[in-house]
C-alpha cells in the first residue's frame, strides 16, 4: 500500500474521533458561555437586592419555579409556583422583619444552567433582635429564569423569628 493511500485511509478513520472532538470543544464553550451568563445574571440580581434596588423574587424566579427548603420544621418543603413561595415562606418572615434581609454573597459558582450561591443575610427584626442566617441556593436556570431551587438554611433562625415575632408588630 503507497504511502497516499494509507495517509487517505487514517484521515478517514480518524475522522470520527476528530468530529467528535470538535463537537465536544463546541459544547464545552457553549456550556461555558451559559454558566457565566447565568452567574453573571444572578451576581447582577444579588448586588440589585443588596443596593435595595429590583425584586430579587420577581426578577429572578419563573413563575412556575418548584423552590425546595431542605431540613425539618414549618417552613421546611417544596413550593409549587412564585407566589405559592412567596405567599407562605417569604411573606410570613418579612412581616417579622423592621426591615428586609441584606444580602452578602460569599461566594457563586455555576456550569452550564446551575449556578450556587453561598451567602449570608442580616436583618432586624420587628422586636428589635438580630436576625442572621447563611444560606446556599442552588438554582437551575432556564432563560434567565430560575425553574427549579433548592435552599439551605439555618431553619431554627428562621423558625425563631416566626415563633417570637407577631406579624402584627411589624405592621405597627
Not at 9 to 34: E, N, V
Not at 35 to 51: M, T, Y
Not at 155 to 161: C, M, S
Request: glycine residues 6%; proline residues 5%; negative net charge.
Amino acid at each position: 500500500m503507497s504511502n497516499r493511500r494509507f495517509a487517505n485511509r487514517l484521515k478517514l478513520a480518524l475522522l470520527p474521533f476528530i468530529a467528535t472532538s470538535l463537537w465536544i470543544s463546541a459544547t464545552f464553550a457553549q456550556d461555558s458561555a451559559t454558566a457565566e451568563r447565568n452567574r453573571a445574571f444572578i451576581e447582577k440580581a444579588f448586588e440589585q437586592w443588596a443596593a435595595g434596588t429590583g425584586s430579587f423574587f420577581q426578577d429572578v424566579l419563573a413563575p412556575d419555579v418548584t423552590w425546595t427548603i431542605k431540613g425539618s420544621g414549618p417552613a421546611a418543603g417544596t413550593y409549587h409556583g412564585r407566589e405559592d413561595f412567596l405567599e407562605r415562606a417569604v411573606k410570613p418572615f418579612a412581616e417579622r422583619l423592621a426591615a428586609p434581609i441584606v444580602p452578602t454573597v460569599r461566594d457563586i459558582w455555576a456550569d452550564g444552567n446551575d449556578v450556587v450561591v453561598h451567602w449570608d443575610g442580616v436583618a432586624t427584626a420587628a422586636d428589635g433582635q438580630p436576625y442572621g442566617n447563611s444560606y446556599v441556593w442552588i438554582l437551575r436556570m432556564a432563560d434567565r429564569q430560575a425553574k427549579e431551587v433548592i435552599a439551605f438554611l439555618d431553619l431554627a433562625a428562621y423558625d425563631e423569628v416566626l415563633r417570637r415575632v407577631a406579624p402584627s408588630a411589624a405592621e405597627g
